[in-house]
């Protein structure tokens, strides 16, 4: 499901391209950084680090559960309405203090867009995620996959039946529409549990575990969104079109973060919460170091696959046909610099949830805090000393996100005392290496292929083209760590095994209903 999220998301994305060109594009997406902002601190900062943790800890006592968790939601609504109503009231001074670069008409569309965003969508997308964190503290995540799916495809649809009357307040709409929908299609995920919503705000033992717990890590989100947020006002010297091309470079190596790292991070949370709470310890460091060793396996190739494969990638996610080929060549080389760090960003999701799970969200903060300041530095000397175009900032990312998931790393083996570092680095040399064999053929491959078998004027011979490559390059990086005896290549064979036992349950099902 969350694939398919993904997948809708960057379908997203190509519309929007066919529609809109990048200097309106910058507009479009410029508009969202200060509901992102908000809605960051609130949800992201309260949601993944301490609201589950707590829903795990009182979901056996429904009286005890009903009173913590309305609580907690009640007090994040009521920060939420403080900050909108603030926020909404001053963006005719904040937008012009991150966007510099920009003319004033484009500022006066950015503060229109973001004013209707922080209070048509805001709303609806914090109620849903309270609603997502409910399903997965319960381990239910169907509806939870779903909904952001069903948002995808309300902003695609509305744009595109819309455009020619709304132009860019079409996809705004369809975000606030899509929103409404992502709250209403995770509803019966309150019936499915042992919570009851109350309309109170009581200083509940829940509540003071919750306040004590969320401030660091509201404190961590708070630094990477000024981070982000440096990130669109440096774009803003950069030209026209820059922010865009940041923007989309970074959602695409966000794919297989999203559909990888975060998605492993955000179903572990509750088990690695409960198993600490039952203090099974070497069942505990087992799981981590086990998962780092599978995500690693599994990004490492993707990494490469990104770098060599990077302009036919851009063009087969947003060659829409205002997307020109300039665009098409900054976004690519963006997202080369951008793939450095994929292994370790896909990591960083399961690490920080490891320091959750034990109810430290004060290391993550500090440890971000170091990294952000390394990004900052190195994106203002690549922009205002050293004069570099907008891929300078993919790759200061890379060296803070790569500074980030080691320190994280270390630290939680030096906690619990050790995760076997030896057989761990051993292995993910092994890794890369195989990942760099099977990248070397598959590029000259790619380029033999490119022209004398597939004509790649047309995007469907696009789409063949990386298919047959991408076959070829994880068919390679299969067989080199079947050779260099990687245990980790057994795990997409069971996960084969787990499909096939899901298509057996289904066939019963489908038989009983005939």
């Given at each position: 499901?969350?694939?398919?999220?993904?997948?809708?998301?960057f379908?997203?994305y190509?519309?929007?391209?066919?529609y809109?060109?990048?200097?309106?594009?910058d507009?479009?997406?410029?508009?969202f950084?200060?509901?992102?902002?908000?809605f960051?601190?609130?949800i992201?900062?309260?949601?993944?680090?301490?609201?589950?943790?707590?829903?795990?800890?009182y979901?056996?006592n429904k009286?005890?559960?009903?009173e913590?968790i309305?609580s907690?939601?009640?007090?994040?609504?009521?920060?939420l309405t403080v900050f909108?109503?603030?926020v909404?009231?001053?963006?005719n001074r904040?937008?012009?203090?991150l966007?510099?670069?920009?003319?004033?008409?484009?500022?006066?569309?950015?503060?229109n867009?973001?004013?209707?965003?922080?209070l048509g969508?805001?709303p609806?997308f914090?109620?849903?995620?309270f609603?997502?964190?409910?399903?997965?503290?319960?381990?239910i995540?169907f509806?939870?996959?779903?909904?952001?799916i069903?948002?995808n495809l309300?902003?695609i649809?509305i744009t595109?039946?819309?455009y020619?009357?709304?132009?860019?307040?079409?996809?705004?709409?369809?975000v606030?529409?899509?929103?409404f929908?992502?709250?209403?299609?995770?509803?019966?995920?309150?019936?499915?549990?042992?919570f009851?919503?109350?309309?109170?705000?009581?200083?509940t033992?829940g509540?003071?575990?919750?306040?004590?717990?969320?401030?660091?890590r509201?404190?961590?989100v708070?630094v990477?969104?000024?981070d982000?947020?440096?990130?669109?006002?440096l774009?803003?010297f950069?030209g026209s079109g820059?922010?865009t091309?940041?923007y989309?470079a970074?959602?695409?190596?966000l794919l297989?973060?999203?559909?990888?790292?975060i998605?492993?991070?955000q179903?572990?949370?509750?088990?690695?919460?409960?198993?600490?709470?039952?203090?099974?310890?070497?069942?505990?460091?087992k799981?981590i170091s086990?998962?780092l060793?599978n995500?690693?396996?599994?990004?490492?190739?993707?990494?490469?696959?990104?770098?060599?494969?990077?302009?036919?990638?851009?063009?087969l996610?947003f060659?829409?046909?205002?997307?020109?080929?300039?665009a098409?060549v900054s976004?690519?080389?963006?997202l080369s610099?951008?793939?450095?760090?994929?292994?370790f960003?896909g990591c960083?999701?399961?690490?920080?949830?490891?320091?959750?799970?034990i109810?430290?969200?004060r290391t993550?903060?500090?440890?971000?805090?170091?990294?952000?300041?390394v990004?900052?530095?190195?994106?203002?000397?690549?922009?205002f000393?050293?004069?570099l175009p907008?891929?300078a900032?993919?790759l200061s990312f890379?060296?803070?996100?790569?500074?980030?998931?080691s320190?994280?790393?270390?630290?939680?083996?030096?906690?619990l005392?050790g995760?076997?570092?030896?057989?761990i680095f051993?292995?993910?040399?092994k890794m890369?290496?195989?990942?760099?064999?099977?990248a070397f053929?598959?590029y000259?491959?790619?380029k033999?292929?490119d022209g004398?078998?597939?004509?790649?004027?047309?995007?469907i011979?696009?789409f063949?083209?990386?298919?047959?490559?991408?076959l070829i390059?994880?068919?390679?990086?299969?067989?080199?760590?079947?050779?260099?005896?990687?245990?980790e290549?057994?795990?997409?064979?069971?996960?084969?095994?787990?499909?096939?036992e899901?298509?057996?349950k289904?066939?019963?099902?489908?038989?009983?209903?005939?």
């Amino acid at each position: 499901m969350i694939v398919m999220t993904s997948l809708s998301g960057f379908l997203r994305y190509r519309i929007l391209a066919g529609y809109f060109n990048k200097e309106e594009l910058d507009i479009f997406f410029a508009s969202f950084r200060i509901p992102d902002i908000i809605f960051e601190i609130l949800i992201t900062g309260a949601l993944t680090s301490t609201f589950i943790p707590i829903y795990v800890k009182y979901k056996n006592n429904k009286k005890d559960l009903s009173e913590n968790i309305s609580s907690i939601i009640n007090l994040i609504f009521i920060l939420l309405t403080v900050f909108v109503v603030i926020v909404s009231l001053f963006l005719n001074r904040i937008i012009p203090a991150l966007t510099p670069g920009y003319d004033l008409v484009k500022m006066e569309k950015i503060i229109n867009l973001s004013r209707l965003l922080l209070l048509g969508q805001l709303p609806f997308f914090v109620l849903g995620n309270f609603l997502t964190g409910i399903g997965q503290a319960n381990k239910i995540f169907f509806l939870s996959a779903l909904a952001p799916i069903i948002y995808n495809l309300t902003i695609i649809l509305i744009t595109i039946f819309l455009y020619q009357s709304l132009f860019l307040l079409a996809p705004i709409w369809g975000v606030v529409i899509g929103a409404f929908f992502l709250f209403v299609i995770q509803l019966p995920l309150l019936f499915n549990s042992n919570f009851t919503y109350q309309f109170i705000l009581k200083k509940t033992k829940g509540l003071v575990e919750f306040t004590k717990l969320v401030v660091p890590r509201a404190f961590t989100v708070i630094v990477a969104q000024i981070d982000a947020t440096i990130d669109l006002t440096l774009t803003t010297f950069l030209g026209s079109g820059a922010y865009t091309v940041f923007y989309l470079a970074q959602h695409l190596q966000l794919l297989p973060v999203s559909v990888i790292g975060i998605a492993f991070g955000q179903a572990s949370l509750p088990y690695l919460t409960e198993i600490f709470q039952e203090k099974r310890m070497d069942e505990f460091k087992k799981i981590i170091s086990d998962s780092l060793l599978n995500l690693f396996y599994l990004t490492i190739p993707i990494s490469f696959f990104f770098i060599f494969a990077r302009t036919p990638l851009v063009r087969l996610f947003f060659g829409g046909q205002k997307f020109d080929w300039e665009a098409t060549v900054s976004t690519a080389v963006t997202l080369s610099y951008f793939s450095i760090s994929l292994p370790f960003h896909g990591c960083y999701y399961f690490l920080t949830r490891c320091f959750y799970s034990i109810q430290d969200s004060r290391t993550p903060f500090y440890i971000s805090v170091f990294s952000i300041m390394v990004n900052t530095t190195l994106s203002l000397l690549s922009i205002f000393i050293f004069h570099l175009p907008v891929w300078a900032l993919a790759l200061s990312f890379s060296v803070s996100m790569i500074i980030n998931s080691s320190l994280l790393f270390v630290i939680i083996s030096s906690k619990l005392q050790g995760l076997g570092l030896k057989e761990i680095f051993v292995d993910i040399g092994k890794m890369f290496f195989s990942a760099f064999l099977s990248a070397f053929v598959s590029y000259f491959s790619m380029k033999f292929l490119d022209g004398l078998i597939f004509d790649t004027s047309r995007t469907i011979n696009v789409f063949f083209l990386l298919s047959t490559v991408a076959l070829i390059h994880f068919a390679l990086y299969l067989f080199l760590s079947w050779l260099f005896n990687l245990k980790e290549i057994y795990l997409l064979t069971s996960l084969i095994l787990k499909l096939k036992e899901y298509q057996k349950k289904f066939t019963e099902i489908y038989i009983q209903y005939e």
